[in-house]
């Protein structure tokens, strides 16, 4: 979340206390899941999370991680969480990617 919302000063107390730079998401029941806080950096809208992107590149993350992220997350007006007003949602397609782009089926 600190990564999502783009604040530094929670992201160097989460490190401090030790925090895995590293660590996945659960991957959820309809498949999607296993992102890193790299993810939340890249994926930020319009490149707003850039500097922060920058900053946990010098931590030197591993961007070898896999994740399973949905296609077209505004079909249907889904959004890119697991969970939509309470229930779960399914994706018709689902890449798997590393924070370099790289996927797979």
Known sequence: MAVEY??????????????????????????????TPLYHAIG???G??????????????DLSTRAH?????????????CIYKGRDHFFDEMLTLTPRGGHSA
Request: aromatic letters at 4%; proline letters at 8%.
């Open 6 to 35: 783009q604040e530094p000063a929670a992201i160097e107390l989460l490190l401090s206390r030790h925090a895995d730079l590293n660590a996945p998401a659960q991957v959820g029941v309809n498949g999607v899941g296993g992102h």
């Open 44 to 46: 930020t809208n319009s």
């Open 48 to 61: 707003t999370g850039f500097p922060v992107f920058r900053e946990l590149m010098k931590l030197g993350p």
């Open 69 to 81: 992220i949905q296609v077209n997350p505004a079909h249907n007006d889904l959004v890119m969480d």
